[in-house]
């Protein structure tokens, strides 16, 4: 039976006879009532949650959440604002962001901060969603929302801001997500004395940027790169985070597989972990309700060796369809599924948690350093 569930409109310390009434609608009927801020436009979507406490810049610029109506379980969001859209750093990559845009297609939380505070903010984070068209609902009690995800898992859903015309719910699963966020053309960045290749299903920048600080020359191709015949010039092959269903990337797993029988050292990261599994013969499947927030902790198998890691992810590999010769590497301790595999003895390792985590945690960016050094053997 559908039901609407919503905090007393009183409880917004605003004033709500100038705010626009809006609401999110999953697609078991029931609506959650709030109110509108960011793009006066309803969107469709899957509806996710993410733990993480802070961070909505980098979330909502990761190419991971394609598709997604976001939840963020922590009460308030928007008080430090959002940073300068342009401030290039090292590489010419932005430091306050993971993309060029806002993947997301909507921002759901309990509680918006009207007014920010932060020496680096340029504007709000309502300012920002409008420029890019993107809504936000506030007044939402996320942790029922959350609640009922758990319980249900992950459903599509939609934003219906009033006076916007309605929109019908969108399974972003469906489509190539990653065809959707790679890129057009290859680029080059950084120019050190290791040639790594980064294939493109939805790269966050902090991957770029935590090679090529390390010394290497990272290029990177689109996910269906024609680029077999210029593998063996490149001293590893790096495959990079992104959205959506990994059966669908085809392509990049063909390549995968072409640099595995070539024996030139690989690293995957999320989806990169999901297309190496894909790539061996091994299974994926899709998780309830998905692990996103910077607080997931993981075991590396064999070992006592716990870190904290950042995620967000909705596909998994299972570990029991992993042929002979490849082994778990780490395990997620609140659920016990996969985060990583590698090859027994040659230089095939994957995780699928996020090493290159920014605003953090950084318990794994060693993995980098290890990768290099991998190559270097």
């Avoid at 399974?171 to 190539?176: F, L, S």
């Avoid at 392509?251 to 995957?268: C, M, Y």
């Avoid at 890691?309 to 395990?331: C, I, K, M, Y």
Wanted: proline share 5%; hydrophobic share 35%; aromatic share 8%.
């Amino acid at each position: 039976m559908a039901e609407t569930v919503s905090i007393p409109h009183e409880s917004v310390a605003v004033d709500n006879e100038h705010r626009l009434a809006a609401k999110l609608v999953l697609e078991d009927g029931t609506e959650y009532r709030g109110w509108s801020f960011g793009a006066k436009k309803s969107r469709a979507g899957e509806v996710v949650f993410n733990t993480g406490m802070v961070g909505y810049v980098e979330s909502l610029t990761d190419p991971s959440y394609r598709g997604q109506l976001l939840v963020s379980t922590y009460p308030l969001v928007g008080n430090y604002g959002v940073p300068k859209q342009d401030h290039a750093g090292p590489f010419g990559l932005s430091v306050t962001r993971e993309s060029y845009q806002i993947h997301a297609c909507g921002l759901v939380v309990a509680d918006y901060s009207e007014s920010y505070s932060h020496w680096n903010a340029e504007q709000s984070l309502g300012d920002w969603l409008k420029s890019e068209g993107i809504p936000g609902i506030s007044g939402i009690d996320t942790r029922a929302l959350t609640q009922r995800l758990r319980e249900r898992g992950s459903m599509l859903g939609k934003i219906e801001v009033d006076g916007d015309e309605e929109v019908e719910f969108d399974d972003p699963n469906t489509r190539n997500l990653v065809e959707e966020v790679s890129i057009a053309e290859r680029g080059v960045f950084g120019s050190g004395d290791k040639n790594i290749l980064l294939v493109d299903t939805g790269a966050k920048y902090n991957i770029i940027r935590s090679l090529a600080q390390r010394g290497a020359t990272v290029t990177r191709v689109p996910w269906d790169a024609d680029i077999a015949d210029e593998l063996d010039r490149f001293d590893g092959v790096m495959l990079s985070n992104g959205p959506g269903d990994p059966t669908m990337c085809g392509k990049t797993v063909e390549l995968v597989r072409t640099a595995l029988s070539r024996d030139i050292p690989l690293f995957g990261i999320c989806l990169g972990n999901q297309l190496l599994s894909l790539a061996i013969g091994a299974n994926t499947y899709k998780l309830k309700y998905g692990h996103r927030g910077q607080n997931q902790p993981v075991i590396e198998c064999g070992t006592n060796n716990c870190f904290v890691t950042s995620q967000n992810h909705g596909f998994a590999v299972d570990t029991e369809s992993l042929p002979e010769d490849w082994r778990p590497w780490f395990e997620n301790l609140n659920d016990r599924t996969n985060e990583g595999i590698r090859h027994a003895w040659k230089p095939f390792r994957s995780v699928q948690f996020h090493p290159e985590a920014c605003p953090g945690p950084v318990d794994t960016a060693y993995l980098f350093d290890e990768f290099l050094r991998m190559l270097s053997k």
